[in-house]
């Protein structure tokens, strides 16, 4: 390799403004411990080619069939590729064949898959939904269909980039070369190949050049990167390409009729973390409280019951939470997590499981943090 071709990093897509996109695993040249951890997060995790590694559900006979009201579904193995076939029950009886190309969720809740056609990407019908092991039925999906377009307004919270051929981005016809999949650095650190030519060029350097400086954010502007994915309507109306927003960015003047969406409404568990954690006398009464406060995005957290206590203990003492009159005695080994932000069903998120005739609830933490029965 040449000096010059180490110097100039591979660019692999061009942000809307200008700014190009790189490699995620150049970063992993200086920071290798950050980028080794990030690399098993759930933001990381949260898109992926559809391969055996990454598709959870089963293709195994007998656990790979999905059958709803007007169609019927049967996942399978062909030649190392993964496919869904769909015949109608009704009406036209054509066996229809899709190939699974692309996983959207990281597996701990469940997994929804996409397929390409041509440059056209679709959301196939079929999910998979851990609690039961099984596959089941798209979230807000119509049973009778097999697949529905997707935008960058369902891609921009699971890929770091996508290419849109609309500068809206309400088509659902991409550069297929130009999607970068995961949560990966620059999702959050914005584009940065001037960051890594001025450190390969200036190896000596201590001041992090042509990067995103959260030290110098406001708070609003903190909470901002994550509510773009975490806020509800707030995160999906986006004005323009649902890509332009970047952090150190003001939410609000990307987000339509923003003042709508701040209305007293009834907060859903699913997708609104940062309208539920605003309504918390713990974020409401520490006025420097953001979502990093509690959450690293480098590391992969979650179900660290301990981690998440100590974050809690930081602020609240024991012994003056037990002098407030309660029936509760307070220990600093409880898991203050399950009683204070308990897993709750959501009213949004719903799947049909074949057998059983009533929805089944995602449970999801809940971020309103309080006091429940």
């Given at each position: ?269 699913h997708g609104n973390q940062m309208g539920l954690l605003s309504k918390s006398a713990c974020f409401v009464n520490t006025p420097k409280m ?84």
């Amino acid at each position: 390799m040449k000096i010059s071709d180490y110097l100039e990093p591979e660019i692999v897509a061009t942000h809307y403004n200008g700014a190009n996109f790189v490699g995620s695993e150049t970063c992993m040249e200086c920071h290798p411990d950050i980028y080794k951890s990030h690399l098993e997060t759930a933001h990381y995790k949260t898109s992926a080619i559809a391969d055996n590694e990454h598709v959870k559900g089963s293709f195994n006979e007998g656990y790979n069939e999905l059958n709803l009201t007007g169609v019927r579904f049967k996942m399978t193995e062909l030649n190392n590729h993964l496919y869904q076939y769909a015949k109608a029950k009704f009406g036209d009886t054509l066996e229809v064949r899709s190939k699974l190309d692309l996983v959207i969720g990281s597996g701990v809740k469940g997994q929804s898959y996409l397929t390409w056609n041509g440059n056209e990407l679709y959301q196939l019908q079929p999910s998979y939904f851990q609690p039961t092991g099984s596959w089941v039925n798209s979230p807000s999906f119509p049973e009778y269909a097999v697949r529905r377009e997707v935008d960058d307004t369902c891609l921009k919270c699971h890929v770091t980039f996508a290419k849109n051929t609309n500068p809206k981005g309400n088509s659902n016809t991409y550069d297929r070369e130009k999607l970068l999949l995961g949560i990966d650095c620059q999702r959050c650190h914005g584009p940065l190949e001037k960051h890594v030519v001025y450190h390969r060029n200036t190896p000596n350097s201590k001041s992090a050049a042509y990067v995103d400086d959260y030290s110098t954010y406001s708070r609003q502007q903190r909470l901002d990167v994550c509510a773009v994915c975490h806020s509800g309507l707030q995160a999906q109306q986006i004005k323009g390409n649902p890509f332009s927003f970047l952090s150190g960015d003001t939410l609000s003047l990307y987000s339509k009729n923003f003042r709508s969406y701040n209305l007293p409404l009834e907060l859903d568990v699913h997708g609104n973390q940062m309208g539920l954690l605003s309504k918390s006398a713990c974020f409401v009464n520490t006025p420097k409280m953001d979502c990093m406060t509690c959450h690293d995005p480098h590391e992969a957290e979650r179900g660290n019951a301990d981690h998440f206590n100590n974050k809690c203990l930081t602020c609240h003492n024991v012994n003056s939470i037990n002098t407030d009159n309660l029936d509760v005695n307070h220990t600093v080994d409880q898991n203050c997590i399950s009683c204070h932000m308990p897993l709750s069903p959501s009213k949004v998120m719903k799947l049909s499981v074949e057998g059983q005739e009533d929805e089944i609830p995602v449970y999801i933490r809940s971020h309103l943090i309080g006091i429940y029965d």
